[in-house]
């Protein structure tokens, strides 16, 4: 019970949505217990003042059993401050050329911007949504870079790459517990320090400590379609094919899904609670790039029964599909396949060889009402079109009451009981009245 409820205040008035946005939550939660995830703050963001509200939700993050390292940019704090000593520095491409004269100045505003970071993860006064929270941030030469050199002529001075990061001292501060902070800055062996691109910073901590995922939180980062909707899912091959049209160099990120780290999620960190949307909701609310796709077809295993039953029982409840008992969905699950989005069973369908009869029965097509209407029913149909092909079977069959225009607008045809196999025939119900409708497999 939540102990400062004002007096009479029902539980009814709580927000709608609340109780099953936190059963939806449930399963992330317990799957991001331990992970890592790389936190990359853009210096755009940082620069419109969004740190004191992204701290809660970090905290929420850290309180919840997962891994920070959180890292930052600093480009337009720097700029700010350079102009303001009236130091010059130019740039080839995304990459500052760094004199001498402007490490005073960039160090000034990464300090700067470490020290909000430090204070904002610091709060945790009663009536804050930090309220409790002891969360210590660890910060230091993590970052061991070398100069850029000399490319096509140009010398970047004290612009540097990263050379390594010093992922034994970054997992030993994860595994006590503490926020790990990486700046814009490298060190090197010899106590030289170089500016580097945070990006790179992020994808080379995120490979080295064995990050589950990159998380982008910057000025509307995400990548849009031609009405500048907001993709929410692509595999690496389709964001690569995608690059020119970011301003951001997300190349240097996808980097790191190309050496292991499975997912970057780019996100408006300008949206109040971008974070907890993203990772704690099934659909997200920014791009997510994988490595492996988001959303698959694949054969249904035992532990997807009680998923199946979850999407089959209202459809049973309402007429629409015959009950099943448990134990008989269990005995036939080897007929079930399923699809899946992030891990979450959305869909299913059942298809049954008769090879003496050279058919195949299709049944229990079913998707979450969420996910209708997207084209995953037809994404199940052509599956088993694909399968049936494979076994080297002819014809698809169905039976039904009350979705029989759906197939028929798919290349079904209406039929009778006496087209169907000798043993489907023998459990038919004729008092249910069931539609028989036939497809061909096809070429």
Same mark, same amino acid.
């Given at each position: ?6 007096? +009479? ?16 939550? &449930?399963? !992330? ?11 990359? *703050? ?27 390292? *959180? ?37 000034? &505003? ?21 309220? /409790? ?48 902070? *990486? #700046?814009?800055?490298? =060190? &090197?062996?010899? +106590? ?5 691109? #945070? !990006? ?50 997300? &190349?240097?990120? !996808? ?10 999620? *780019?996100?408006? /960190? ?23 796709? =988001? ?58 060889? !008769? ?21 995953? +029913? ?33 290349? =079904? ?31």
């Amino acid at each position: 019970m939540v102990e400062n409820k004002r007096h +009479g205040e029902s539980p009814e008035k709580d927000r709608p949505g609340y109780v099953e946005w936190f059963r939806e939550a &449930s399963p !992330y939660i317990h799957r991001f217990r331990g992970d890592t995830f790389v936190i990359l *703050l853009d210096g755009n963001l940082l620069a419109n003042g969004r740190m004191g509200a992204l701290a809660h939700d970090v905290a929420l993050l850290s309180s919840l059993g997962i891994r920070l390292v *959180l890292v930052f940019g600093a480009s337009p704090q720097i700029d700010a401050t350079l102009e303001s000593r009236s130091v010059e520095t130019s740039r080839v491409g995304r990459r500052r050329i760094t004199p001498p004269e402007a490490l005073g100045p960039l160090m000034e &505003s990464v300090g700067r911007i470490r020290f909000e970071i430090e204070s904002a993860l610091s709060q945790g006064t009663d009536g804050t949504p930090m309220a /409790g929270s002891r969360i210590r941030v660890v910060s230091g030469n993590f970052v061991i870079g070398r100069p850029l050199g000399v490319i096509d002529g140009t010398d970047f001075l004290y612009t540097g790459t990263v050379r390594r990061i010093e992922s034994e001292a970054v997992r030993h501060h994860l595994d006590q517990g503490d926020v790990v902070l *990486l #700046s814009p800055l490298a =060190f &090197s062996p010899t +106590g030289e320090i170089f500016n580097v691109l #945070s !990006y790179e910073v992020a994808s080379r901590a995120a490979i080295s400590v064995g990050a589950s995922k990159i998380i982008l939180l910057g000025l509307a980062p995400e990548i849009r379609n031609v009405r500048g909707e907001a993709l929410r899912q692509l595999v690496l091959s389709e964001a690569r094919a995608r690059e020119s049209e970011s301003s951001l160099p997300l &190349s240097v990120l !996808y980097d790191a899904l190309d050496q292991g780290v499975p997912r970057l999620h *780019l996100l408006d /960190g300008r949206r109040d609670g971008a974070l907890l949307l993203e990772l704690f909701t099934r659909d997200g609310i920014g791009t997510l790039v994988s490595r492996d796709p =988001f959303e698959h077809i694949r054969p249904a295993v035992l532990d997807d029964l009680v998923d199946i039953l979850g999407i089959i029982r209202p459809l049973e409840a309402g007429g629409i599909l015959v009950r099943r008992p448990r134990e008989r969905l269990e005995m036939e699950l080897e007929h079930f396949t399923v699809t899946c989005r992030d891990r979450t069973v959305i869909g299913c369908v059942s298809l049954t060889p !008769y090879p003496a009869s050279s058919m195949a029965e299709m049944a229990c097509l079913a998707i979450l009402p969420e996910y209708q209407g997207a084209g995953r +029913g037809e994404q199940l149909l052509a599956w088993c079109r694909a399968e049936s092909k494979r076994l080297g079977l002819k014809k698809i069959f169905v039976l039904t009451t009350q979705s029989s225009r759906w197939f028929m607008e798919r290349g =079904f045809v209406p039929s009778n009981p006496e087209i169907l196999p000798p043993e489907r025939k023998l459990l038919y119900d004729p008092d249910r009245k069931s539609q028989v409708l036939v497809s061909e497999v096809g070429p």
